[in-house]
């Protein structure tokens, strides 16, 4: 579930990839010379940011006018100043569709894909003939307003107006940067401003060798949640100068349940999306804005917040409540399935994952537990392994929770009633969810996992 495609829906959601923040690159500024060079007839394209002299002088005019005023703003909100000018253009829908099937071709090699459909098709939050990489594509050209591409370190707005030519729809720009195509505008800035500050392209790249689904997730909600805080300060019309003071974003889970509920227009791929995605989509970012919100106030403003670019959030229990980020040493005790078989009986390992407070909640809901949001605070840990069956490729999984106390696991225990069509085992301040499995191998698997 490693994604790098950053893009801004139309319905303030999302479906964004853990990398967002990247270091210059100067080949994205040399491919955009080249596109301006083409269309406006004039000889250069080999030139970098810094060069001199009449063409590239017009070319960076070309490109920065429209955003000047809008970097101004938002240096004043972040409190961060732009070390240099990221470029960017326009696609319509065509072009958007083609530029994602590109990147979802990268991202999504054939093993990926089996196993985050393995996962999701286990739990039973998607259905069985469901297939991530069609979903995506639809999904994102059907309501991507902006993407930020953090490997050319550039971002495109989207324009249904394909007739206009490149020249055209730089000359157009101001005209049409209005709301809400200048929240668009400030949100992707954001990303290429933080990317100039911080540096994270490496450390990301780290990262995602080992980082879990929870851990992604949270990730992505402190650089969504950046984005997205500035983006609604500019939309409110706050002022810049007051950096955010008069921004506080609060109840953001009631306001994506409520978004999920409405009847949006231009939408409908969107609200007939698997609950699992309709959550991921708009979690980093009004989560995030929240998460964002709570550490500038409880800390010291943006320097709190850019502290948490150095010192990462590990889990989404971190995300949803804020304090712990800012307070607590602990670590969650994620199991150690290093002594469950790989191979048991006909079932074969497809994934491990640590799915979080996010995943959990979104489970419990998907199955019309009520008090969802309740029953999966008290989070402290959790590993849930994937099986296939190597006879008719039917899908099994072993889930272990820990939490916080014994007290916390019984009441997660009591919450469940008859909502899960699985077996449900307390051990302690464990729980473990198991599906497909006879009751003499979850004897064998519980014995791996406990002594």
């Known amino acids: ?206 990262l995602m060798k080992e980082a879990t689904l929870d851990q992604q997730i949270a990730v992505m909600a402190l650089v969504e949640g950046d984005a997205t805080f500035v983006m609604l300060d500019h939309q409110h019309g706050r002022d810049p100068a007051r950096a955010g003071q008069d921004t506080m974003i609060a109840n953001s889970d009631v306001a994506v349940d409520l978004t999920l509920s409405l009847p949006m227009p231009g939408a409908e791929k969107f609200t007939k999306a698997p609950l699992f995605y309709q959550k991921s989509f708009l979690f980093p970012y009004l989560g995030g804005a929240e998460f964002i919100s709570h550490l500038r106030l409880y800390g010291e403003n943006w320097e709190t917040v850019n502290r948490a670019y150095r010192e990462l959030p590990t889990s989404t229990e971190q995300i949803f409540h804020p304090t712990r980020f800012l307070y607590s040493s602990r670590t969650a005790e994620i199991p150690d399935f290093s002594g469950l078989p790989s191979n048991f009986g006909p079932w074969v390992k497809v994934v491990d994952e640590t799915g979080g407070e996010f995943l959990l909640r979104v489970f419990l809901e998907h199955y019309g537990v009520e008090d969802y949001k309740v029953a999966a605070d008290g989070w402290n840990g959790d590993r849930i392994r994937v099986f296939r069956n190597k006879q008719d490729g039917a899908l099994a999984f072993y889930w272990m929770i820990r939490w916080d106390s014994q007290e916390e696991a019984e009441e997660f225990f009591s919450t469940l009633d008859s909502h899960l069509p699985f077996v449900v085992e307390q051990e302690k301040e464990a729980t473990i969810l198991s599906l497909a499995f006879q009751p003499e191998q979850l004897k064998t698997l519980r014995s791996a996992v406990l002594e």
Do not use: C
Not at 121 to 137: I, M, N, R, T
Not at 152 to 181: C, H, Y
């Open 1 to 206: 579930m490693k994604r790098k495609l950053f893009p801004i829906l139309v319905l303030l959601a999302t479906l964004s990839p853990l990398q967002a923040l990247v270091e210059p690159e100067v080949e994205a500024w040399s491919q955009f010379v080249e596109v301006v060079n083409e269309e406006l007839g004039v000889p250069g394209g080999e030139m970098l940011p810094y060069s001199v002299g009449q063409v590239g002088e017009l070319a960076s005019a070309l490109a920065s006018a429209p955003l000047s005023h809008f970097m101004e703003e938002l240096e004043q909100r972040r409190g961060l100043k732009f070390r240099y000018f990221t470029p960017w253009h326009v696609k319509d829908r065509g072009e958007l569709r083609l530029y994602i099937r590109g990147e979802l071709e990268k991202e999504y090699p054939p093993e990926k894909v089996e196993k985050e459909e393995a996962l999701l098709k286990a739990l039973g939050l998607v259905p069985a003939d469901f297939q991530v990489v069609p979903f995506l594509e639809d999904i994102l050209t059907e309501q991507a307003a902006g993407i930020y591409d953090p490997e050319r370190d550039q971002f495109f707005l989207v324009d249904m107006v394909s007739d206009l030519s490149f020249t055209e729809r730089i000359k157009t720009a101001p005209m049409r940067l209005g709301n809400p195509i200048s929240t668009i505008i400030v949100h992707e800035l954001d990303h290429a401003l933080g990317g100039q500050h911080f540096g994270l392209k490496a450390a990301f790249r780290e």
